[in-house]
């Protein structure tokens, strides 16, 4: 078993930042793909990011490509995502992700076994 705990959400303006972070316990991420996702009120829950085991292979959504960098450190059993210049349509509650799987399959939610509880991002204009 896994256990997520995503921290770092809040209220920001139009164009700040944010740093997610998600604390794993229970077992070490260094043997699992990570990801985020994110669900807005109405909306299905579609995928961010993506960062293999190994962190040598990474995947974003095309809505967040340039302005978001998820990143892993193994040590510390923690993974990241640093948004920049966010906007209103990236409020939503984020949730981590652990998978055994690799690959493209990464962006998909069924890959992932363990979810954290989310963190609510909400954006102003």
């Known amino acids: 078993q896994v256990q997520l705990v995503e921290s770092g959400g809040g209220l920001v303006q139009t164009g700040d930042s944010l740093r997610l972070s998600c604390a794993a316990s229970?077992?070490?991420?260094?043997?699992?793909?990570m990801g985020w996702f994110r669900q807005a009120p109405g909306k299905e829950r579609e995928f961010v990011a993506a960062?293999?085991?190994?962190?040598?292979?990474?995947y974003y959504a095309d809505s967040v490509k340039g302005r978001c960098t998820i990143s892993k450190d193994n040590a510390k059993n923690t993974v990241y995502l640093q948004m920049n210049n966010l906007k209103p349509e990236d409020t939503a509650v984020y949730y981590c992700?652990?998978?055994?799987?690799?690959?493209?399959?990464?962006?998909?939610?069924?890959?992932?076994?363990?979810w954290g509880q989310g963190t609510q991002v909400t954006v102003s204009s």
């Open positions: 992700a652990a998978s055994l799987s690799y690959g493209y399959q990464t962006q998909l939610a069924s890959a992932y076994a363990y």
């Open positions: 229970g077992r070490t991420i260094s043997r699992y793909s």
């Open positions: 960062i293999s085991w190994s962190g040598d292979s990474i």
